[in-house]
């Protein structure tokens, strides 16, 4: 198909529900996509934090060619040794715990959602979320999440979600009442602008949780697998959740979503309760086997945290540079940088220059790129970034 050809279909015969930009890429390695016209772009938003380990790892693509020559799908009612090695290796990277796979992200909070009512046994089913938040695009997520902007024009949504203001004590104390059965935050948000969670603050959500008898559900989605240079972001605040849930970068960019569950607790799901019929399916959990292997054996995080405080010195230095610049913040390899004027065209700007970026909440510029990222790429992306912020900088 010609481009002006694609282009035209996805204009008759797709659901206009993306805003897209006019490139279609159909190669990609490492942190290098090419498009269609044979340009080559740097990719420093690898679609939003999926492909963490950069495009088309060998470890990754080698997992699935194995598998898809044995055996592609077998159903959730008999074993299948791939997802067990997955469950086996989720468990070791995160506390004493029970997975549920699923598909997404947003299956995965609705998989948390359905838990913590069952856990609420019909006494308790409020669940807490915070503004600015996203959990996802269905149902259940879409009323936990706290922006009206994903939520407009989709009423009556499920009930029993409180939104509260982020990072605030009294805010969610206030909330608080003997139905609440759940509170469910991102620790750094992302489509809410790279909004870290005071160490403090979370700190207070635990012991909150632990007096009242209430669980603690982090949406890793974005988070998670490496993307703040620890393998999930709950490991800097020196604390375990009840609940995390996880998506994106965990397949390698194949769909997946999990639900990890405290060992103690687990048991509340019992047979029916929920289901999913692709979830822990053969190629995608060898797929993020090669995911969890990669990062192990290549020392991923030790290169993501080194490359975070490169990157974060450098941004820290075009802050005082080019004043559109407002403030710098992340954990790790989740980087927003927050403008006094609109993201978009910086992002248009990145793109003609070669380097894939995103803007979000209209302002933020997030750059997540992958976490093998190499100095020099680092430096190239900074200086494609600095020559789009010079040329809005009047
Ligand atoms: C992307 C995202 C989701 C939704 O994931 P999908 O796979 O698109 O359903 C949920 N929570 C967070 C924090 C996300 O970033």
Redesign the pocket.
Known sequence: MKKQEVFKVYQDDILNTYTRQPRIFVKGKGMTLVDIDGKKYLDFFPG??VSNLGHCHPKVMSAIRDQVSKLIHIPNNFYNVQQAKLAEALVYHTFPSKVFFC???????EAAIKFSRAYGEGKRFEIITFEN??????MG?LAATGQKKYQDGFAPLPEGFKTVKFNSLPALEQAISDKTIAIML?LV???GGINVADRSYVYKIREICNNKNILMIV?????GIGRTAKMFAFQHYGIKPDII?L??ALGGGL?I?AMIVRKEIADTFKPGMHASTFGGGLVICKAALGVLRAIRKENMLKNASKMSTYIFDKLDHMKSKYKIIKTVRGIGLMIGIELNIEGKPIVEECLNRGMVINCTHNTVLRIMPALNVTKKQADKALHILGKALLKFSR
């Open positions: 939003w934090g598909n997404s992200g947003t299956e995965a909070n938040s996203f959990h996802g695009r269905t997520s991102e948000q992302g489509e949406d890793e989605v974005q988070t849930t998506a994106k769909p979503g």
